[in-house]
């Protein structure tokens, strides 16, 4: 809980971040600083009734906990992956969620609560979030990366959020970089394949794999052998203990990464691009790779003024995001 004394005018905004990994409800009145927060995992693989449930427990659980008047309530705010249907708060099975196929989540949680919900996008809500109030603040062309277990994009242009004909602007993770290669986005080959946490692990059970045949020494080949997966974070541990592979695919991940900064460069000519997840967690061993192809891919006048920062509001930022859909984008 915040130690921050809650005013009795203040309204209290609900905040649901709903990710492939974990789904985290948070309570606010004065962004970026939360008064409660719940988190739980995802488990995608079991479908959205349980999660759903947990979020209403959990909201229910904040408001009581902080002796709230419900009254106070200003309206809840839910940000996930696309697709989805802003309009008619429906999630569209993106693909770290494939068994949440059009789950009508604002009109559910609209009629647990009688209040307002709202549904946005992760990448658009986490570009406003970091424009307001983090790495991107007073800046008035960004692009916030989600660069978690997917790779999404939200784009602000002239100092607002830029959603396009249909809602779907940005989606750099869909946008095919090689004709083949590691799958992200339901494309082979895409950006989010080669440069997110699911495509770093696919990568790297590859790459170990190619390793052990050819009889390499490698810290990743025991955790192959004893889980039979890899995850991004495997790499990142192994990466920081010195291992020799797994600083590769740290610098190859950047490279892709690299590539995709640069056209949305090319595209969008931004001031800042912030990128959150494993930007935030990784640094500068992610990012410059990321930076030097950035810089030799795209356009040199548009690159020498841009800047690839991680993003400031760090594990916060999914928080505050949901936090920002609550109270109106």
């Known amino acids: 809980m915040s130690e921050r004394q809650i005013n009795s005018g203040e309204k209290i905004w609900v905040g649901v971040d709903i990710g492939g990994t974990k789904t985290a409800v948070v309570l606010s009145s004065e962004p970026p600083e939360m008064l409660g927060r719940i988190e739980f995992p995802t488990l995608p693989e079991q479908g959205p009734e349980r999660v759903i449930d947990l979020i209403k427990q959990s909201i229910h659980q904040l408001v009581d906990s902080l002796?709230?008047?419900?009254?106070?309530?200003?309206?809840?705010?839910?940000?996930?992956?696309?697709?989805?249907?802003?309009a008619a708060g429906v999630i569209q099975a993106p693909p770290n969620l494939p068994t949440w196929v059009d789950v009508p989540i604002t009109s559910i949680l609209r009629e647990e609560f009688g209040i307002d919900c709202r549904l946005e996008n992760d990448a658009d809500a986490g570009a406003v979030a970091e424009h307001r109030y983090g790495a991107g603040n007073g800046t008035r062309y960004m692009i916030f990366l989600t660069m978690g277990t997917g790779l999404g994009a939200g784009v602000i242009a002239d100092g607002r959020l830029y959603r396009g004909a249909s809602g779907q602007a940005g989606e750099i993770g869909h946008v095919r970089l090689t004709p083949s290669g590691p799958v992200g986005y339901h494309k082979a080959g895409s950006v989010e394949g080669w440069a997110s946490g699911c495509g770093m692990a696919q990568v790297a059970v590859q790459e170990v794999a190619a390793a052990i045949n050819r009889g390499e020494a490698t810290a990743l080949a025991a955790r192959l052998h004893s889980s039979g997966v890899l995850t991004a974070k495997d790499v990142a541990e192994a990466a920081q203990q010195g291992d020799a592979l797994a600083l590769r695919l740290l610098e190859s991940t950047g490279n892709r990464l690299g590539e995709a900064l640069a056209i949305l460069v090319d595209l969008f000519n931004p001031e800042r691009?912030?990128?959150?997840?494993?930007?935030?967690?990784?640094?500068?061993?992610?990012?410059?790779?990321?930076r030097r192809t950035m810089e030799r891919e795209a356009l040199p006048a548009s690159a020498k003024i841009c800047k690839v920062v991680p993003a400031a509001l760090g594990e916060r930022i999914g928080d505050v995001a949901a936090i920002c859909v609550a109270m109106g984008m």
């Open 67 to 86: 002796g709230i008047d419900r009254a106070r309530l200003g309206g809840i705010g839910v940000s996930c992956g696309s697709p989805q249907n802003q």
């Open 273 to 290: 691009i912030v990128v959150g997840g494993l930007a935030m967690r990784l640094g500068d061993s992610l990012l410059d790779p990321a």
